[in-house]
């Protein structure tokens, strides 16, 4: 079955620095894929949709140049939190929607738990 | 905006009984999808179900099935002979013509022996 693949699976990372997360679609083309946050506890938040060989989207709330996202092939977009500060610290999940499925299926990945210190 | 409501915070059932999870929701469009989600202690997201809105006929998948109401948008997932391993958070979520998804609050379901 179709697989997305993130990484990392869980970082630390000092107060300031940038961390790039990445989401592969393995044997898919996608096209569409969403970057979620998700609190201790709470639901899955959407951050953005990341469109291939465009800009993304952005949900309301979400600063733009905070989270940077790059989605420069059919098969890996990339979050990037910049700057980051301890309440950056969450869970991060992307999904992919395989683009030539007549099912429109999302897909999605392991996670990426982020510490900020 | 479209917005999904899941009532119960926690669930709790026995082993090899029948558990429903109430799932409401709120839109404008005909045309949309719903899904419920399992979230295991791994954080995996696993896609339990799922329902086109203009099938009247109600989605199952083994032990899983749902109860979809249209007129009043309403979303229900019934797990039947329960196991320990049906222990974990659920989600229903919806899906428009857009094509992202919106998640409910969460159930935490437990299973008891």
């Known amino acids: 079955g179709a697989v997305v693949s993130q990484h990392p699976s869980w970082v630390i990372c000092k107060s300031g620095t940038s961390v790039k997360i990445e989401c592969r679609s393995l044997?898919?083309?996608?096209?569409?894929m969403f970057w979620y946050r998700q609190f201790p506890k709470q639901s899955l938040m959407l951050m953005a949709t990341s469109n291939e060989g465009s800009k993304a989207t952005y949900e309301q709330g979400v600063e733009k140049d905070k989270f940077l996202i790059n989605h420069a092939s059919l098969t890996l977009s990339t979050l990037t939190v910049t700057s980051a500060h301890p309440e950056d610290s969450s869970f991060y999940i992307c999904?992919?929607?395989?683009?030539?499925?007549?099912?429109?299926?999302?897909?999605f990945g392991s996670g990426t738990q982020l510490s900020v210190l | 905006a479209q917005t999904v409501t899941q009532s119960q915070p926690e669930m709790s059932v026995q082993e090899a009984e029948t558990v429903t999870l109430s799932c409401t929701y709120d839109t404008s469009e005909s045309d949309y999808y719903l899904f419920w989600y399992k979230q295991p202690p791994s954080r995996q997201m696993i896609l339990v179900i799922r329902q086109e809105a203009y099938k009247q006929q109600n989605a199952t998948e083994n032990r899983f099935s749902v109860n979809f109401q249209k007129a009043a948008k309403s979303f229900s997932l019934k797990i039947s002979d329960s196991q320990l391993g049906d222990a974990a958070m659920y989600f229903c979520?919806?899906?428009?013509?857009?094509?992202?998804?919106?998640f409910g609050t969460g159930t935490r379901l437990q299973v008891t022996l």
């Open positions: 044997d898919f083309q996608a096209t569409t």
């Open positions: 999904s992919a929607r395989d683009t030539i499925a007549t099912n429109e299926k999302l897909f």
């Open positions: 979520a919806y899906r428009g013509l857009v094509g992202k998804l919106t």
